[in-house]
């Protein structure tokens, strides 16, 4: 089944313990990103991928680090989370195909909490 | 990049037709109209993509005038659940490498 997951779903940490939520695709996407949505605030792009090796800063990248070293895998790192990243997390992906932005197929969300 | 400006929030009822309409006055000449559909605590959905005029699928149709400063997406005959956030995104990977911006999006609520 083409999907987009995310792990851990839920999370649940305290400031400036560092963690990683991982985000992984079957479906042979070039392209990756991540957004984060808050109340009132819809979705805002953290990070995003055009490639293996290649990442780029989207509007709210403060905080945050990913790396890109597998096609399928694009881990989201926060080395010393806030509580101001509390937030519902999501990964998508997308073929880039054409001239159109693409479907991108998000995965099930990652809802973090920093005490 | 597109910034995309929608109603914050609409109310309709089942059986009824319903039409969000986007506005985007700064659409370049290759950018692409998606909708997404997302459900609470769910990833966003894809509904439907169009560049120009009208596209129907089963789903949903996009309307789309002349001057693509705005797009319409139109949803008929809505049950309930199509209570939802939808969301109105517009680029296309060669303006703006892989930057995306979503709106805010309208949250529809359809009352039985």
């Known amino acids: 089944e083409a999907q987009v997951t995310q792990n851990p779903r839920y999370l649940i940490t305290v400031t400036g313990k560092k963690l990683t939520v991982t985000c992984s695709q079957n479906?042979?996407?070039?392209?990756m990103s991540w957004y984060r949505q808050d109340p009132g605030l819809g979705l805002r792009q953290i990070y995003y991928?055009?490639?293996?090796?290649?990442?780029d800063k989207g509007d709210v990248p403060e905080g945050y680090k990913v790396s890109r070293k597998e096609k399928r895998n694009f881990p989201l790192i926060l080395e010393s989370p806030s509580p101001n990243q509390t937030s519902l997390y999501f990964c998508?992906?997308?073929?880039?195909?054409?001239?159109?932005?693409?479907?991108?197929?998000f995965g099930p969300g990652t809802r973090l909490t920093v005490l | 990049l597109a910034k995309t400006t929608q109603p914050i929030s609409m109310d309709s009822y089942e059986g009824q037709e319903v039409n969000i309409t986007c506005s985007h006055n700064?659409?370049?000449?290759?950018?692409?109209i998606t909708w997404y559909q997302q459900f609470p605590s769910q990833g966003p959905r894809f509904i439907i993509q169009?560049?120009?005029t009208k596209v129907t699928n089963e789903v949903a149709s996009l309307f789309i005038p002349a001057d693509r400063k705005s797009s319409t997406l139109s949803l008929p005959r809505v049950s309930l659940s199509d209570t939802a956030v939808y969301y109105c995104?517009?680029?296309?990977?060669?303006?703006?490498?892989?930057?995306?911006?979503f709106g805010q999006g309208t949250e529809l609520s359809v009352k039985p």
């Open positions: 995104l517009v680029g296309a990977w060669y303006n703006q490498g892989g930057k995306l911006i």
């Open positions: 991928s055009m490639n293996v090796e290649v990442t």
């Open positions: 479906m042979n996407h070039e392209y």
């Open positions: 700064n659409i370049a000449t290759n950018d692409y």
């Open positions: 169009g560049y120009k």
């Open positions: 998508a992906s997308s073929l880039l195909a054409g001239a159109s932005t693409d479907t991108q197929y």
